[in-house]
């Protein structure tokens, strides 16, 4: 299943299907993106970075894709659980404002057993 | 890894009253660290940056008077919502960040969930 980001923040895939969750930034002055798990009631949790001198970074199940052209950042998760069912958000940093992070609109994922 | 300790997780005030959020590294010292706030099913909003033994610097929007901050440690950040009224319940967040300007890592805290009645 493929989320497009702000068009549809709702995402419900089959478990044990790959899932892809889109963002697009706005600012090209970002150099560093992170993606955060955030379940309810939680803080965000760190799942996968990449800077912007980079194109793909891959972690345990996990895959960051970045296209600094069109400005936009996805999330692969291979073979999704259920314990994947979270929202998640991208968070750009700006080269120039210091350590700030600024969050999108964030995708809800639903992972059907 | 590194942690972010927020405290209290949930508070219920009255209308009128001040809270106060506090906000601990763990076993990292935070120069810096930040403040986000979060309304139900929406995306976390930076309310501020907070600054060790400084001013904090406020997003456009947000009143400094408000949402007052103090860093007055490494290791703490507080952040006191003045007079609340219903409409400051909200979830708020904190976090910060550790490392240097080509290898920043940022940790977070639970969250707190403030309700004002």
């Known amino acids: 299943g493929e989320s497009v980001g702000l068009h549809l923040p709702t995402l419900s895939v089959q478990e044990g299907d790959n899932s892809i969750i889109n963002c697009a930034y706005s600012?090209?002055?970002?150099?560093?993106f992170i993606w955060y798990k955030q379940e309810s009631g939680k803080g965000p949790q760190f799942i996968i970075d990449?800077?912007?001198?980079?194109d793909k970074r891959q972690g345990q199940r996990v895959t960051v894709l970045l296209n600094k052209t069109v400005k936009h950042l996805s999330l692969q998760i291979a073979a999704t659980q259920p314990g994947d069912s979270a929202v998640y958000f991208c968070a750009e940093k700006l080269s120039y404002t210091g350590n700030q992070f600024y969050f999108g609109t964030g995708t809800s994922l639903t992972v059907i057993p | 890894g590194a942690v972010v300790s927020q405290h209290p997780s949930r508070v219920i005030c009255k209308s009128g009253t001040s809270v106060k959020i506090e906000c601990r590294s763990l076993?990292?010292?935070?120069?810096?660290m930040f403040w986000y706030r979060q309304f139900p099913k929406k995306s976390l909003m930076l309310m501020a940056t907070s600054n060790e033994g400084s001013k904090a610097t406020y997003e456009q929007g947000v009143e400094k008077d408000k949402f007052l901050i103090n860093h007055a440690s490494l290791t703490l950040s507080t952040l006191t919502v003045t007079s609340a009224h219903p409409e400051d319940s909200s979830f708020y967040i904190c976090s910060a960040t550790r490392g240097s300007a080509t290898n920043t890592e940022a940790f977070f805290g639970q969250g707190t969930r403030l309700t004002v009645v």
């Open positions: 990449i800077r912007s001198n980079m």
């Open positions: 076993d990292f010292q935070a120069t810096t």
């Open positions: 600012n090209s002055a970002s150099d560093y």
